[in-house]
């Protein structure tokens, strides 16, 4: 009795805490102003790129104005892809007859000959189909990968899942039969005429065996997939100009609230500070960079002191190579740093829905126990799932992994595409996300790997 008594007391207590967060949040934030900043005055930040490096100062300035106890840049090598001038494509159904339509080279490609690249196209609804079409069909063809997303499945990364092999392989895969260049429908559930960007491979193909590859619009895609079943005979003309240079130096931002009590457990929440460079990445992810360093400023700002040392890392180079997780990972483990839970948001800025967790089922299991605590705030999503690509490599036995959940349905019509712009993003729903990532650290830091125990 006593027990049950004491436990409601804590229970009490954290809801009082919670409360101080989102209250600070919602009335006092930062994140709609930081990333307003990182959107409007910087932009685009592809990995190598001098806005990358703006990003990186701009971030780290304003860690260092919120007093903790400290700041530091680590340096990560990363891949440089440069775009070169906008592409162009159109269909020409017969000699002289065209229609323009968008498109726009995928992250990692190479250029077209000099003169543009014209040949007859191949329809396909995915890698698997190469095989039985045979080389005979391909060679000497665009391949056109035109498998959508399923708009049946209510998980849009699910539907996303499903169809980014064709872009990240389709080049690689293509070039085995012949093809001469790839066009692939754009990840998006929405028709509209953005082309959505995104990383591909190569694979162990030869340089001088690699062809060039290009996302066009879910529109252009069935106006091209329409055409060609009253024209097999159409022809598709690109023109690309985008390059790949040595590797850079660049860095990942850290910043840290020692731990009171138990310094040398280590609680990281992220997000990856580089973007595509079609629109100015504010859903993917500037969002998840700003909720990140707002976690450690509401923390601070509701007078929490942290029992376990609580970091932020701002990734770099999620887009195309992973480096900055990877690199980050790799100097944790020859530091001998112990880190126990680590917490990504890098599904958009949308309205937060709850976490998915890389755990064991006993982890997970505590973890639910805290659910009522969220209710208030409409936070019901407590599942075992993926966490992030950037803390993935600090996956190890013990540490718990989650990821922000937000509302994913609009995420894809803005993914990877020139329409990932500010003005899509909400501030009260970017502030709400960044409080349900506070409250999640604060009881992950309070309770530690006893979860629910109450506090003494």
Partial sequence: MLLTGFHSYAQNDDEKQLKKIYDAALTEGKAYDWLNYLSNQIGGRLSGSLEAQRAVEYTKVQLDSLGLDKVWLQPVMVPKWVRGIPEFAYMETSPGVTSTVPICA?????????????????????????????????AGKIVFYNRPMDPALISTFDAYSGCVDQRYSGAEEAAKYGAVGVIVRSMNLRMDDFPHTGSMSYGDTAVSDRIPAAAISTNAAEMLATTLKLNPNTKFYFKQYCKQFDDVESFNVIGEIKGSTHPDEIIVVGGHLDSWDLGDGSHDDGAGCVQSMEVLRLLKRSGYKPKRTIRVVLFMNEENGLRGGTEYAKKAELSNENHVFALESDSGGFTPRGFSFDSSDADLKKVQSWAPLFEPYMIHLFQKGFSGADIAPLKKSGIVLAGLLPDSQRYFVHHHAENDTFEHVNKRELELGAASMASLVYLFDTYGTDFGTPKP
């Fill in 106 to 138: 995928l992250g990692g490609s190479v250029a077209t000959p000099l003169g543009g690249l014209k040949a007859n196209v191949i329809e396909v609804k995915g890698i698997e189909e190469l095989q039985t079409l045979g080389k005979a069909k391909v």
